[in-house]
Structures are given as C-alpha cells and as structure tokens.
C-alpha cells in the first residue's frame, strides 16, 4: 500500500491519551503561543547576556561598552525569535492573528501583567531605591534593574502561558 494509505488508516483510529494531549499542545489559542515565544526570546537572549554579565563582574577588562554591545545584541535576539516567530504564525493563521481578543484572552492578560507589575515594582525598590545607598557600582545597580524588568516580563509570560494551560477564565 502507498504511504498515504498507512497514513489515513492511522487518523482512523480512535485518539490515544499521548496524541489527544499532543493535539491539544499543538492546538493552542494564538496569544499562548505568542507567550510562549516571548518567554522563549527573553531566556535565549537575556539568559546569554545575564550569564555573561555574572562571569564577567568584576574582570578589569570588564567594561561598559561591552555590556552595551551585549545587552543591544541580546535585545536584537530576543526580537528576532519574538516578533519572527510572530511573523511565521500570522501567515500560517491568518485570522487568528486577526482576531479581537475576548473576554478570557482579556482577563488572562490582565492576570499576567498583575503578576509582572508585583515583580517590576520590587525590582525598582531593591535597585532604585536600597542598591544606592549601599552599592557603589552603578553598573551593578543597572544590571539590577535590568534584570528586574526582564524578570517581570518573564513571570507576566509564564502567567500567561500557565493560565492558558490551566484553562483559567478569570
């Protein structure tokens, strides 16, 4: 039998478990998988500059210019994954992309950036406000802050994604 023949005698078959929930993954609402590759283009991006930032602290050849130039092309990977990826599911799901958010897409964006919001305003407080006054390396206080708003977008995603796998309304 041609291969197409094997192919349709397997979707004939009842749903196993392992595929309904293969299905399910593969079948999620598009602003889920816009999280999901936000959450992606941060930890690529900003997960290489932070770890380069922690090795480096401290070595004289560390310098400011270099952290830039870092961060910038950490920035640039994140939106190349971001908003390519973006890209890639608006052609494949056109009306998707289109589409007005609902009452559910709403309230869990809502949730996540709550959750994100707690986040940035504790990393403000340790880095623009307690780092100061005992911290005298001000690009370690800029780190802080950075990392801070890295952070917060990453838990608001991550929120984003879990409330969408959870199946939360509000």
Excluded at 21 to 30: A, Q, R, V, W
């Amino acid at each position: 039998r041609p291969f197409h023949a094997h192919v349709g005698h397997l979707a004939d078959r009842p749903l196993s478990p392992e595929r309904l929930n293969m299905e399910k993954t593969l079948d999620m609402p598009f602003r889920e998988k816009e999280a999901w590759l936000a959450l992606i283009g941060m930890i690529v991006g900003y997960g290489g500059y932070f770890t380069a930032v922690a090795v480096t602290q401290g070595q004289p050849q560390a310098n400011v210019l270099n952290f830039v130039i870092w961060f910038a092309i950490a920035t640039v990977v994140r939106v190349v994954i971001e908003f390519g990826g973006r890209a890639v599911l608006a052609t494949r799901s056109p009306g998707e992309a289109r589409a007005k958010p609902d009452e559910r897409d709403r309230a869990i964006a809502q949730h996540g950036l709550a959750a994100g919001y707690g986040v940035m305003m504790l990393a403000l407080i340790v880095a623009g406000v307690i780092m100061p006054l005992s911290e005298p390396d001000t690009w370690h206080i800029a780190n802080t802050g950075l990392f801070g708003l890295v952070l917060a977008e990453l838990v608001r995603c991550a929120v984003v994604v879990a409330d969408y796998r959870r199946g939360w309304h509000g």
